[in-house]
Each structure stands twice: as C-alpha cells, then as structure tokens.
C-alpha cells in the first residue's frame, strides 16, 4: 500500500469503522512502524502522539480490533480500517468514541447474529428452530410476514406495519442466510440496478 507519511509528518489519521454495523467506532493516527504492525499481526496499532510509543488498541483492556479490512484514500494520507471489536472501543466504555446511535445500522448486527446462530446453535432459539424445519419453511414465513405486512399497510395502524415488516425483514435474513448469501450482494445488486 502506498501510504503517504511525508506529507503529514510521518502520521497518518486512521478511522476505525464496524465492519458489521459499519459504525465509526474511533480515529487514530499510525506511522509506518505502526502499520507494518498492524498489517503483521491484524491487531490495531496506533501511534500514540500523548505516549510518544507505539500502542495496541487492547493492551491493557484486552478490547482489541482485529483488522478485517484496510482501505486507502485517494489521497494516500488517511486510512479507514475495518474491524472486529473485542469489546468497547471507547476507553470510557462506549461502543463508539464518537457515541453514535448504535440501532442505526442494526440490520447488518442482525445479519451477523443470525449467522452466528446458524454457525453456534443455540437449543431454544427462533433461528435455530427454523433452520431446522428446513428451506420450504423459512420460505414459507417470508411469504406469510410478506402478505402481512401488505395487510398491515392497508388495514392497520403504523405499529403494525413497523411490527409485520420488522418479521418480513427478519425472516429474509434468515432466508438469505440459509441460501448462503450476504446483505452486502444485495445491496450491490441494487446499487448496479440504480446505475
């Protein structure tokens, strides 16, 4: 990767996103030494500019980002690097150092729990349950929260329509999980249609 530390004496700003949620989780700042760090082992390491040292995100709460993915602006100058959080990234104990609304980008939390379900069984869970009822079942409950959700739209109040569509959204992540496909290829999908 061509990153260009001269230009901003030797540090470089890093956003460090969700990559489920896709949350800004934090910014930090890397020079070269933390990058190849970060690159060998697929830990964040920063550049503490208060410390003067290199710092792991995690070294002492064990909270540590895993790299899942790094991207370079068309700058060279910043990187956004996607990642698995241990836990909090915030050292006041918030998910995000920025405390973004966590619920926004809930569908994609949901996509990756419902994966871990099919991944970890869990005895007593919805999912599991329909999972093992099979295709033609989990078919069959889109379409069911589908026509809901019409009758809903047509004859109900609001909160019905929210509840039937939040089923109809839930159950076509099941549905998609079970033929193994991701949000993110619709999403493309869509995204090519739009052109």
């Given at each position: 990767?061509?990153?260009?530390?001269?230009k901003?004496?030797?540090?470089?700003p890093?956003?460090?996103?969700?990559?489920?949620?896709?949350?800004?989780?934090?910014l930090?700042?890397?020079?070269?030494?933390?990058?190849?760090?970060t690159?060998?082992?697929?830990?964040?390491?920063?550049?503490?500019?208060?410390?003067?040292?290199?710092?792991?995100?995690?070294?002492?709460?064990?909270?540590?980002?895993?790299?899942k993915?790094?991207?370079?602006?068309?700058?060279?100058?910043?990187?956004l690097?996607?990642?698995?959080?241990?836990?909090?990234?915030?050292?006041?104990?918030?998910r995000?150092?920025?405390?973004?609304?966590?619920?926004?980008?809930?569908?994609n939390?949901?996509?990756?729990i419902?994966?871990?379900?099919?991944?970890?069984?869990?005895e007593?869970?919805y999912v599991?349950k329909?999972?093992k009822?099979?295709?033609?079942k989990?078919?069959?409950?889109?379409?069911?929260e589908?026509?809901?959700?019409?009758?809903?739209?047509?004859?109900?109040?609001?909160?019905?329509?929210i509840?039937?569509?939040?089923?109809?959204?839930f159950?076509?992540?099941v549905?998609?999980r079970?033929?193994?496909?991701?949000?993110?290829?619709?999403?493309k999908?869509?995204?090519e249609?739009h052109?």
């Amino acid at each position: 990767m061509n990153i260009d530390f001269d230009k901003t004496d030797g540090l470089v700003p890093v956003i460090i996103q969700d990559e489920q949620t896709l949350e800004v989780l934090m910014l930090g700042y890397m020079n070269r030494e933390a990058y190849d760090k970060t690159v060998q082992e697929n830990i964040v390491t920063f550049f503490s500019r208060s410390k003067q040292r290199l710092w792991t995100k995690g070294e002492t709460s064990n909270n540590f980002l895993h790299v899942k993915d790094i991207k370079l602006d068309c700058d060279n100058d910043t990187l956004l690097i996607k990642v698995k959080a241990d836990g909090p990234t915030c050292h006041t104990g918030e998910r995000s150092c920025f405390k973004t609304d966590y619920n926004s980008n809930f569908i994609n939390e949901l996509e990756r729990i419902i994966g871990d379900r099919y991944e970890n069984p869990q005895e007593g869970s919805y999912v599991n349950k329909l999972r093992k009822k099979g295709l033609n079942k989990i078919s069959q409950k889109v379409g069911e929260e589908a026509v809901e959700t019409v009758i809903a739209a047509l004859a109900e109040t609001e909160t019905d329509l929210i509840n039937e569509a939040s089923d109809l959204v839930f159950h076509l992540l099941v549905l998609l999980r079970e033929k193994n496909l991701k949000l993110e290829t619709i999403a493309k999908n869509l995204e090519e249609r739009h052109k």
